[in-house]
């Protein structure tokens, strides 16, 4: 069944991932507290994109065959991922010096190296793809996810998978601890299946209480903007080492805004929905090509500093989504129903 309320919400989801990432492309030297407003409000929407995947993976559950899974999953999310990283890849190889960056890759041979750049996925240009190394590992997982699917008093382990996630902060740039990854959104994963298993129950009580919710993520927002010595994300060196307190509020406000969003999709959708469906369904393709066009308006600049203001990071966050959404056309164009494989979509 096409769930549309959280079809849109994953169109929101890749909104806030490109937002977030357009927001270190200009200096704010002038503007810093509207860097830290925009830090906080859109940085960390990984945990939007993590909460649907969980909750996609178990609506979809019923037929689950954990070799068709992986068989669809490589040639959905892998393939694409293996492709679209080969530019970055290349580039990293013969520009980047990444043995004088990562000291393990010291004395190491360019095949090793590019190995190394693939299995990490954000060590090179295109950063945000370490995502792909990371679900690949709850793709391989599943047979255990189902487990809870199948028992579902296991959902009570999100009484320790939460606090766990708040405690461990997030991994430092260019997340490359793929451990300390898939531990800290596991929570948002495991979260995002309760929810799917658990729809019928809590969709009448979300929708009752969507805009309710939605003010309480906005006050805490607000407040921890305003009261808060860190913004944006709270990364740490190693995992628990709390350098930025001993919460990761970042990640707690995204979490609300999950069921926030979701029960604000459910009462729009039908104004929202149709406006926002094409945008869901380039999502991958967005989140895989995305960092390119960032990168080719940073050449673009290289001789400039450019200063940040709210106006600046508009612009350049549309005509970001715009060429993403304009490569998934030509992808498709050229390769027709084989595009999903090479672009994601």
């Known amino acids: 069944m096409f769930l549309s309320p959280i079809h849109s919400f994953r169109a929101i989801a890749i909104l806030f991932i490109v937002a977030g990432h357009v927001i270190w492309a200009f200096s704010w030297h002038r503007h810093p507290h509207v860097r830290d407003f925009l830090a906080?409000?859109?940085?960390?929407?990984?945990?939007?994109?993590v909460f649907v995947s969980g909750f996609l993976f178990q609506h979809l559950s019923a037929r689950f065959d954990y070799r068709d899974f992986l068989s669809k999953k490589f040639r959905n999310v892998v393939l694409p991922y293996l492709i679209v990283s080969t530019p970055a890849v290349l580039y990293t190889l013969w520009h980047g010096h990444p043995d004088s960056v990562y000291p393990e890759l010291d004395h190491t041979s360019s095949i090793y190296q590019a190995i190394w750049l693939y299995l990490k996925g954000g060590a090179h240009i295109n950063y945000p793809l370490w995502f792909i190394p990371m679900i690949t590992v709850y793709f391989l997982l599943a047979p255990a996810f189902m487990v809870i699917v199948r028992h579902p008093r296991l959902y009570w382990l999100l009484l320790l998978l939460i606090p766990v996630s708040l405690l461990a902060h997030r991994p430092p740039f260019p997340n490359l601890d793929l451990v300390h990854l898939c531990v800290y959104y596991l929570s948002a994963y495991v979260t995002g299946m309760f929810c799917s298993q658990f729809r019928t129950r809590i969709e009448p009580s979300l929708h009752k209480s969507a805009f309710l919710l939605m003010t309480l993520y906005v006050v805490?927002?607000?407040?921890?903007?305003?009261?808060?010595?860190?913004?944006?994300?709270?990364?740490?060196?190693?995992?628990?080492?709390?350098?930025?307190?001993?919460?990761d509020w970042i990640f707690a406000l995204k979490l609300i805004l999950c069921f926030a969003l979701w029960g604000v999709m459910m009462r729009l959708d039908n104004r929202v929905g149709p406006h926002l469906r094409y945008l869901a369904d380039a999502s991958f393709a967005i989140f895989f090509t995305h960092m390119y066009f960032i990168f080719l308006v940073h050449v673009a600049e290289r001789k400039l500093i450019v200063e940040g203001d709210l106006l600046s990071w508009l612009v350049e966050l549309v005509f970001v989504l715009v060429c993403s959404?304009?490569?998934?056309?030509?992808?498709?164009?050229?390769?027709?129903?084989?595009?999903?494989?090479?672009?994601?979509?």
């Open 40 to 49: 906080d409000f859109f940085e960390n929407g990984t945990v939007l994109f």
């Open 220 to 247: 805490a927002f607000v407040a921890h903007f305003h009261w808060s010595r860190f913004h944006g994300n709270y990364e740490v060196v190693h995992i628990f080492s709390m350098e930025k307190g001993l919460i």
């Open 325 to 345: 959404v304009l490569s998934l056309q030509l992808a498709r164009k050229l390769l027709g129903e084989r595009s999903r494989m090479v672009i994601g979509s």
